[in-house]
Each structure stands twice: as C-alpha cells, then as structure tokens.
C-alpha cells in the first residue's frame, strides 16, 4: 500500500492516542471525517494497522519484574523451532519473542510478579524443552523506555 501524507500524519496521531475521534483526527489532518474514517478502515484492511489497543502500566497488576532471556537451541530443525515459537506466543508472560541471527536464537521479553514465577516459567519453557541448549537472563533494574510507537518518516 502507498501511504501519503495524509496516512502517514493519520498513523502518526493514532499511535499517540487511538482514542481520538475522527473529527478531531480530521481537523488535526485536514481532511473531513469521512475521509478519515475511509483512510482508517483501508488502513485496517490492508494490515498496515495491526490492532487497537489499550496500554496498561504492569505494576498497576502486580507485574514488577521485566525480564529480557536469551535463549540457545540444541538443534535447529524447522519443526522444533516451530514447536517452540508455538510455545513462546501461547505464554502470556512472554510480551516480545524474536527470533534472532547472533550468538542465541531467540529473545524473549517477559513480565513476571516475582522471580518464583519467573523460574517456574523456566521450568515449562526451556527445562521441559528438549531442544533448549542454555539460556542467559537479564532482569531489568529500570525500564526507561517500552514503546511500540513506529516512527514516521
């Protein structure tokens, strides 16, 4: 999809705030409601927008550690790692997984209340694993920063 100004200037402003109303989208933009809302369903539709969501401070429900994992394969067959990307995406303490090229195969970054429930995730994600070789942990002392903000350019 070809995004023009006016998409990209839309995309700018819902990423800030998905919760402003067409009009005000519109007179920020300079475009009517309308357009707005044809622009935002295409959007939608074409998969540039992914989601519409809310963000909630992980404190505010007792999720006090961040943990950033680095996880190590013993082997590399496709469905092995399948298998474990299936895992990681059915964990909701996992809130990022990437798969990586470098010294691991995979990053995970997690919530967790406190770290017993963090090595009980040990347990089901990389212990009961046949395929995890080692694992490295780094637990955040300060998240300065945790956006999914895209920039546009």
Request: proline share 3%; net charge negative; with cysteine.
């Amino acid at each position: 999809m070809n995004l023009d100004p006016f998409d990209h200037a839309l995309l700018d402003a819902i990423q800030r705030d998905a919760t402003t109303s067409q009009q005000d989208l519109g007179e920020r933009v300079n475009l009517s409601s309308a357009a707005v809302n044809r622009r935002l369903k295409k959007l939608n539709t074409e998969g540039v927008v992914l989601g519409t969501v809310a963000r909630v401070d992980p404190a505010a429900l007792g999720y006090t550690l961040t943990v950033i994992t680095e996880v190590e394969v013993e082997n590399e067959r496709l469905d092995l790692l399948d298998a474990m990307k299936r895992l990681f995406l059915a964990c909701p303490q996992v809130q990022q997984c990437y798969y990586v090229a470098g010294e691991c195969d995979f990053v995970l970054i997690m919530l967790v209340k406190h770290m017993e429930q963090y090595t009980q995730l040990t347990r089901e994600l990389f212990f009961e694993s046949n395929n995890v070789k080692r694992f490295k942990t780094l637990v955040s002392m300060s998240n300065i920063k945790s956006d999914l903000y895209v920039p546009i350019s």
